[in-house]
C-alpha cells in the first residue's frame, strides 16, 4: 500500500522555522520526484517546493525561495521541508504529494493527510 | 507559467443527474491534465489523469475529456458522495499549476 506520512507541523512564532517531513513507505522511493503542496484556510491548493528522485534538482515557489528548503534521504525514504524566516501567510496544511514519475512534471498519485503549520505570535 | 481557470467556481446540482466541471489552460498543455477530487477535511485524491483515463478506485460514473486548452470532467448519475472540491491541474510542464476549484455540491 503506497503512503505519505507528514509530520512536523505546528505553531510557531513570525520568524521562526520549523522542519517537515514525509516519510514513504509501500513503493520504491527513490524513484519518484516529491512536491510539497500547501492549502491555506479555505483556500485552493499551491506547490510549494518539488525535487527530483535523485534529489539533485530542486525547485521553490517565489513565494517561498530564499525561506524554504527542501531535500530527501533516499535511505531513509523521507523527504524533508526546512522553513525559515516563517510568515502569517504562510500558515497552511502542507501535504506532500508522489509524482508518478521521477521529475515533478507530473500528476500526483498519491498524496499524504497533511500536517499543520501555524504562524502567528 | 501556464494559468488554470475552472468554471463554474460553484456547482450545485441534484442527485442522479449530470455534473460537468470546465478547466481551462492559458496555453496548450496537450492531454496532460489531471483533476483530484477534495473532500472536507481530506487530503486530495487523484481522480482522472491524461484527461481521461480514470484513477484506480474511481467509478465509471466520473470521465474526462478535451486536450490543448480545454477540459471537461463529466460525473453522471450524482451520488452525495461525490460532494468535493474538485481541481484540474496541468503538468506539461514545470511548474505543474492547478486550478482554484470548483466546489461540486449535491443538494
Known amino acids: 500500500d503506497v503512503r505519505l506520512l507528514e509530520s512536523g507541523g505546528g505553531l510557531v512564532q513570525p520568524g521562526g522555522s520549523l522542519r517537515l517531513s514525509c516519510a514513504a513507505s509501500g513503493f520504491t522511493f527513490s524513484d519518484y520526484a516529491i512536491t510539497w503542496v500547501r492549502q491555506a484556510p479555505g483556500k485552493g491548493l499551491e506547490w510549494v517546493s518539488a525535487l527530483t528522485a535523485s534529489g539533485r534538482n530542486t525547485y521553490y515557489a517565489d513565494s517561498v525561495k530564499g525561506r524554504f528548503t527542501i531535500s530527501r534521504d533516499n535511505s531513509r525514504d523521507t523527504v524533508y521541508l526546512q522553513m525559515d524566516s516563517l510568515r502569517a501567510e504562510d500558515s497552511a496544511i502542507y501535504y506532500c504529494?508522489?509524482?508518478?514519475?521521477?521529475?515533478?512534471?507530473?500528476?500526483?498519485?498519491?498524496w499524504g493527510q497533511g500536517t499543520l503549520v501555524s504562524v502567528s505570535s | 507559467e501556464i494559468v488554470m481557470t475552472q468554471s463554474p467556481a460553484t456547482l450545485s446540482v441534484s442527485p442522479g443527474v449530470r455534473a460537468t466541471l470546465s478547466c481551462r489552460a492559458s496555453q496548450s498543455v496537450s492531454s496532460n491534465l489531471a483533476w483530484y477530487q477534495q473532500k472536507p477535511g481530506q487530503a486530495p485524491r487523484l481522480v482522472m489523469y491524461g484527461a481521461s483515463t480514470r484513477a484506480t478506485g474511481i467509478p465509471a460514473r466520473f470521465s474526462g475529456s478535451g486536450s490543448g486548452t480545454e477540459f471537461t470532467l463529466t460525473i453522471t448519475s450524482l451520488q452525495s458522495e461525490d460532494s468535493a472540491v474538485y481541481y484540474c491541474q496541468h503538468y506539461n510542464a514545470w511548474p505543474a499549476t492547478l486550478g482554484q476549484g470548483t466546489r461540486l455540491e449535491i443538494k
Open positions: 504529494a508522489k509524482s508518478f514519475w521521477d521529475v515533478p512534471r507530473g500528476y500526483f498519485d498519491c
